[in-house]
């Protein structure tokens, strides 16, 4: 080697090996030189030192340790360009060992008296349990509350359906004509729901006008002789649109449903807060949010040019992010809505936000209690790492991906986003997404576990042609005002030039990879869609090698114009697929579920997509292995290259023989296609949540012969080096010692009880295969108690009840623990929107229990059915 080459290594491994080291902790002093002895108080105190280092000094890695405690954060922490590492380095702001730094914008709220003057239209039998304190005068607006980690139920009316209201719509179901935008701010209500109430503008109204999208609006005013009010903000479709009986509109926020336990109000106008306490009064740590954005890392945005300056090469690591606000919409939102308005271009309401910006991570973060999302990543955002973090319990979206709306500038790609658990996402604004890609293309989203939204897992979208067709007059339609006319083709300022092909260069959502993610209980409140749903974007998007579990609805879809997508080695055990336009489905397993072939409103035909190589495998008997559609000149599957799949019936192999020969007979379809058994390596599980290793086929399957490629199953899901700590706020068997083998357990009743396998409830850490094990009567609050034996510290329940997925009457079920057996303390309840409840309850505390028992059991009147219990923490 020659010998300045060999210096020249050496020098940059040991630059490369020099760190300086910083230290931050909430009993600091920004004037402090930030050693560990004597460390800056604040994030922005360390970010402002290194802003006086000379250049020479800055060109080392730098590691900011953040030591435990919780930050304040009063005002959004910007790291511009001046922030950046030179190439080569990183500033690392991440926790110090053995920390768990928090950063939080909530403000106490403290001072609670019981209710002891008459309130006027608070409901007569509330008054006895509510508890008032003044409003802070440091708050600013908040629509969200929370008791320490818990978000608390703002209060809320019974929910109500309109008729339908007819007017003509654009595709998006937006008003066509612009003289009917007064519909998208009036809203009809019966009886007396909504009143000329003194503080209106504090109320909002929640109404789904379609099925997959969510509007919050506060109420300007109220026509109480004609029953109709008059809504602060357009919405993104009128009211009762098209009216759903699982989705009803609520009024929140008014003191006039301030009638069950848990529940709060904000009076501005009185400067009161209003809370009805679930265990009688007011906790310690009750906190209302003042900040959406924490921290933005924000380059030069150069928003009508080509280029950005983008900050570059800062890490985050181990840091807690929680008690958010939510976002409202604004007068002049209109046409700012990507994809259904269901969040707004470059908009400033997550936690950490990137915004012009290069090589970052995010690594082994906590974003949970927020009444918004966690991450965003928009306009320029590139070769952004979000790895290993935990993000639950989030109002709006897991992680949003938001590049420039279409026309030349393509600038959001190539970010990664891996081995991450979205858990509980859209919790308060239900249409959000736990990972939401729109106008970014070349990312890489895997090993994810994404499990419990009320909407999409993952979805990829662009701007809709139909979109397009409007043209530049319309500027209120959803994404309107993000298309860069300027830089489209002048071909595309005429509506019979918009076609699939004409509008591809400008769909940036392409050759994105989705693949390894375990998808776990989706779409659970909001209708249409897809679990894995790709729409309106741009081609080369991979879906592949992962499972589907218990999804409501759709599992898979390809929607609004889309071409060139694959989904291919998936393992779909719900949901199936729908396909619209040329995409193709390949080598799947397809458990108990279906493709349905369907089209979409001026689709345009382009025959041969690839159907092929799939397994279909049924148990049940009501199920064909794919529908048809026939709409103008598209007839589908006919368009189609559907071959050499193989499809089984456990129980009617002759029916499935029977569809497959008459669509090879008569319609000249499913050429190579057969019926026969795969041969799986073991028998799939009935009751218990299967994995992927379930769906092995047997060495000897047949399936292989024909084609069919062995599905990676060992690589879906987390990867092992997923932070055990952060596990541990998911899966109780994680959290803590495992305290129920020899506990007890006692029934209100008893209507069945499954003996089989000689399971009981208390006996094992592992789900069995079975229905399940008890099975009370009809009665009014069935309950099951568990007896400890002895007094224990209780952190994490895991909860199994039927082996039936969408139990309406689960929506009621409630824990309690108790140290004597006659006092009780409620610890969980289950939250009641769900459209079609699950039967897996993983429940963890946010601070350990003391108890001997816990109780089990549904407010309302029905029957409960358990399966598995079992009860973690220390002795």
Sequence with gaps: MHKLLAISILLVFTTIGKALELYVSPTGHDNNKGSKEYPFKT?????????????????????????????????????????????????????????????????????????????????????????????????KPFYVLYDGDKRLTRARSNGFQMSQVIFKKFASRNVAKAEDRQLLRQIPFPGDEIQNWPNLN???????????CVNYSPIDSVDSENKKAYLKYEANSPPFTTPKDYN????????????????????????????????????????APQLMEYIIVEGDINYEKANDQAVKNLTFKGLTFKHGNRYQWWDDHKGWGIQHDWDKFDHANALLRFRGAENCRVEECHFTASGCSAIRLDLHAQNIAIENNLINYVGHMGIL?????????????????????????????????AIFVWQSGENYIAHNLIQNCPRKAIGICGVRGPIFKEG??????????????????????????????????????????????????CRTKIGDGAALNVSGAGTGNQVNSNILIDVVGNGLRTDDWQRGTTFANNIICSGGIVHKGHNHIINNLFINTNIRFTTYPEQQAFPGSIVSNNVMYFTRNSIEPYTERKISN???????????????????????EHFLTANQKEKSWDKGSVSLDPLFENQLPTYRKVNPSDFVLSKHSPAYNMGFKAIEYDKIGLLKSYPTHLQAMVFPQVSGKWLSPNATISFSSIKKRVKKHKYQLLS?????????????????????????????????????????????????????????????????????????????????????????????????????TLKHINIYGNE
């Design 43 to 139: 994030i922005i105190g360390a970010r402002n030192h290194i802003r006086t280092l000379s250049i020479f000094d800055r060109r080392q890695n730098i590691i900011i340790y953040l030591e435990d405690g919780t930050y304040q954060i009063d005002e959004t922490i910007c790291f511009s360009l001046e922030d950046s590492a030179p190439n080569g380095y990183t500033y690392s702001y991440c926790a110090a060992k053995d920390a768990k730094p928090k950063l939080s914008s909530g403000i106490t709220i403290s001072n609670w008296r019981q209710l002891n003057t008459a309130v006027n239209h608070l409901p007569q039998n509330s008054s006895k349990h509510i508890w008032v304190t003044d409003l802070p005068s440091e708050l």
């Design 764 to 864: 094992s850490e592992e789900e069995q295969d079975i229905e399940f094990t008890i099975q009370t009567k009809n009665e009014h609050q069935p309950n099951a108690i568990i007896d400890l034996n002895l007094k224990k510290e209780i952190n994490s329940i895991r909860l199994i009840t039927s082996g039936k997925d969408g139990d309406s009457q689960l929506n009621s079920l409630t824990i309690w623990t108790s140290k004597d057996n006659k006092n009780w303390t409620e610890i969980w309840a289950n939250d009641p929107y769900h459209t079609k409840t699950g039967r897996i309850f993983d429940i963890i505390l946010e601070q350990p229990q003391s108890a001997r028992y816990i109780k089990v059991g549904l407010k309302q009147s029905g029957v409960l």
């Design 401 to 433: 991906l938001c590049g420039y709306g279409p026309g030349t500038k393509d600038v959001n790609k190539n970010n990664r986003i891996v081995n991450n658990i979205i858990d509980h996402c859209g919790e308060v604004i239900w249409h959000g997404h």
């Design 634 to 656: 598209i007839h589908t599957p006919d368009d189609c290259i559907l071959k050499d799949n193989i499809y089984y019936s456990l129980s009617h192999k002759e029916k499935i």
């Design 248 to 287: 009803p509109a609520y009024i929140e926020n008014a003191i006039a449903y301030l009638d069950e336990p848990g529940e709060w109000v904000v009076d501005t106008k009185k400067g009161k807060i209003y809370y009805w306490p679930v265990n009688g009064k007011p906790g310690d740590n009750i906190v």
């Design 472 to 521: 530049q007059a319309v500027d209120w339609d959803e994404a309107s005002k993000t298309l860069r006319w300027n830089e489209l083709d002048s071909a595309l300022q005429s509506p019979e030039n918009v076609t699939q092909e004409a509008l591809l260069p400008y769909l940036h959502a392409r050759n994105n990879l989705v693949e390894y993610n375990e998808i776990y209980r």
């Design 202 to 212: 504090d109320i909002e109204v929640f109404f789904c006008p379609v099925p997959w």
